[in-house]
């Protein structure tokens, strides 16, 4: 099981990012995929998280609006589309999937494979 986010970036508040997280391994149409985030001196917090299908995705109040989570499965690929950006979104981003099948949600112990991050930066 692999997975690999991308798409990180410097931008300027009110601007767009789209990161992708590429997945192999496993069938990401029987998995839900998390992105989450961390910014030096807090915790790893998720803020979105897709259904198998790609039919459902939950977003947390910070993001809800702005950011948009996608899954191509025949690219067995997971898009996070990032709009409106602001100074506190900056953290490493990270992808994840979910270690059962079932898991719809965003907290980080539901998770047990992880990409490497990449990192957004949002200036004012």
């Known amino acids: 099981v692999q997975l690999q986010a991308s798409g990180g970036g410097l931008v300027q508040a009110g601007g767009s990012l789209r990161l992708s997280c590429t997945t192999s391994?496993?069938?990401?149409?029987?998995?839900?995929i998390g992105w989450f985030r961390q910014a030096p001196g807090n915790e790893r917090e998720g803020i979105a998280c897709i259904d198998g299908n790609g039919g459902t995705a939950v977003y947390v109040d910070s993001v809800k609006g702005r950011f948009t989570m996608s899954k191509d499965l025949a690219k067995e690929t997971v898009y996070l589309q990032m709009n409106n950006l602001r100074t506190e979104d900056t953290a490493v981003y990270y992808c994840a999937r979910a270690s059962s099948p079932q898991t719809i949600a965003i907290g980080v112990s539901q998770y047990n494979y992880w990409g490497q991050g990449t990192q957004v930066t949002v200036s004012s």
């Open positions: 391994g496993f069938p990401l149409e029987h998995y839900p």
